[in-house]
């Protein structure tokens, strides 16, 4: 069956958002490593990396943007990828606080103080995942007809990739309760992009053999 310029589309798109998901904590880390170290912890974190390298808005704006005007299959699917875009805006918009910048320094698009825009920047990462992970566990799943042998495949990637998300977040929490060297928010900020780039780049046909016939 021949695929339609729509369809065609749609896959584009799925795929330009996972390979986003993919290549932005390894794109951060590159840039922001050949650029001067204000502090040994300029690794620790993807959203650390905003005052050192562009890589962080240059990629995150785009798959934001992609997610917003994204066309689901129904109003839930709209507004589901819609927030996740917003909320993936207001990442970059609120930038997380850091070691070598002084508390009460304004900064961001708003220019707020560091402690308020952290709080903020925390709040649309936390949600900005939930929804991805909502999407993948949820919404990726459904389908309009029979659901055949390689369906049923990828809604478990699709499945493992949600509940993954929403385990990994949890592990988050406990980063906070728990002291942990500070470079685990890397980690698992790293695994959690992974994730989301997998889910939408099985959604978008990336992957040949687990596609219909």
Known sequence: MEITKEKKMYLRIRNLCGILGVVLPWLALLSAGIASHPSNEWWWSISATYYQS????????????????????????????????????????????VSWIEAGTHVGFFQIPIQTSNILHTACAALFFLLLAYNSAFLFTKTGGEMTDRKKIRNKIYKFCGWGMIAVELCFVLLVIIPTPGWWTMIIEIILLHLFGASWLVKGEAIKWLNDE
């Open 54 to 97: 562009p890589a962080l808005v240059g990629v995150l704006i785009p798959a934001s943007l992609v997610l917003i005007t994204y066309v689901g299959y129904d109003k839930l699917d709209n507004i589901i990828t819609s927030l996740s875009g917003i909320f993936g805006l207001g990442i970059v918009l609120f930038p997380c606080k």
